[in-house]
C-alpha cells in the first residue's frame, strides 16, 4: 500500500515538472516571436543617418552612410578622431550588426561648407555692389552739373530755365526780345535789349546764375523787332 502511494506520489511529481518544463519552453518561444522584429537595410539607413546628424558635431562634417546585410560603411571625412569615434558609436543602431568606418580625418572637414557659403555670400555681395556702382555712376553721370542749393539737377534745360526767370523779374530788361541758348553749361544771348545797361544786366543775369562757366553776349540794343 505505501510503495503504490509513493508511485503515484512521484508520478504526479514528474508531470507536474514536465508540465512546468514544456510550459516554460513554450512561453520563451512565445516571447522570442513577440520581440523578432524584421529590420530591413533602408529602415538602418534612415535610423543611422538621423543618429549623426543629432551629434551637433557631426551634423556639419562630411559623411556618407551606406547600408548592406545590415553592415553600416560611413565614408567622407571629420575634423577629428574624437569625431571619428563618435560618428561609429551613433552608428550602432537597433538592427545593425556591424560598423565598418572608413571616414578620413581631414581638418578642414566642414571649413568647405563655410568656404562654400562664403564664396556664395561674397557672389551676391559683389553682384550687388556692381549694381550699386552702376546706379551710382548712373546718377553720378545726371549730376555731373552739379546740383543747385534746393536740391535740383543743375542741366542746360535747368540754366536756361533760371536765367529766363531772372529775366523776367529784371525791371531794366522790359521790352527786351532776349533769346537764351545754353549748351554744356556755356550761355549764349542773343536779340534785342532796349539799352546798353540792359545788355548789361542780362549778361550779369546770366553770369551768376548756378552752373554757367561762359557767356557769349551778342545781343543789340534798339528796339525790339
Known amino acids: 500500500m505505501y510503495l503504490s502511494k509513493h508511485i503515484l506520489a512521484t508520478g504526479l511529481a514528474a508531470v507536474v515538472i514536465l ?7 513554450a512561453y520563451a518561444a512565445q516571447a522570442a516571436a513577440k520581440t523578432s522584429v524584421v529590420v530591413d537595410d533602408s ?7 538621423a543618429a549623426i546628424k543629432a551629434q551637433p558635431t557631426l551634423k556639419d562634417q562630411d559623411i556618407d552612410v551606406k547600408v548592406e546585410n545590415k553592415v553600416v560603411t560611413l565614408t567622407g571625412s571629420v575634423q577629428t578622431a574624437a569625431r571619428k569615434a563618435r560618428a ?3 552608428a550602432h543602431v537597433a538592427g545593425v550588426t556591424r560598423v565598418v568606418n572608413e571616414l578620413k580625418i581631414d581638418p578642414k572637414a566642414d571649413k568647405n561648407v563655410v568656404e562654400r557659403t562664403g564664396s556664395a555670400t561674397a557672389g551676391a555681395a559683389a553682384t550687388a555692389g556692381k549694381k550699386t556702382g552702376e546706379a551710382a555712376k548712373t546718377v553720378g553721370e ?10 535740383e539737377v543743375i542741366t542746360d ?3 536756361n530755365t533760371k536765367i529766363h526767370t ?4 529784371e525791371p531794366t530788361l522790359k521790352g527786351s526780345d532776349i533769346n537764351v541758348d545754353v549748351k554744356d553749361h556755356m550761355v549764349t544771348l542773343k536779340g534785342t535789349v532796349a539799352s546798353a545797361a540792359g545788355k548789361a544786366r542780362a549778361e550779369e543775369i546770366a553770369k551768376s546764375t548756378s ?7 551778342n545781343l543789340v ?5
Open 43 to 49: 529602415t538602418i539607413h534612415d535610423r543611422v543617418d
Open 166 to 169: 531772372n529775366m523776367m523779374n
Open 221 to 225: 540794343v534798339g528796339p525790339k523787332k
Open 211 to 217: 552752373g554757367v562757366t561762359m557767356v557769349h553776349n
Open 19 to 25: 508540465g512546468g518544463g514544456l510550459s516554460s519552453t
Open 142 to 151: 545726371k549730376t555731373k552739373d552739379g546740383v543747385s542749393e534746393t536740391g
Open 157 to 159: 534745360a535747368w540754366i
Open 88 to 90: 561609429a558609436r551613433a
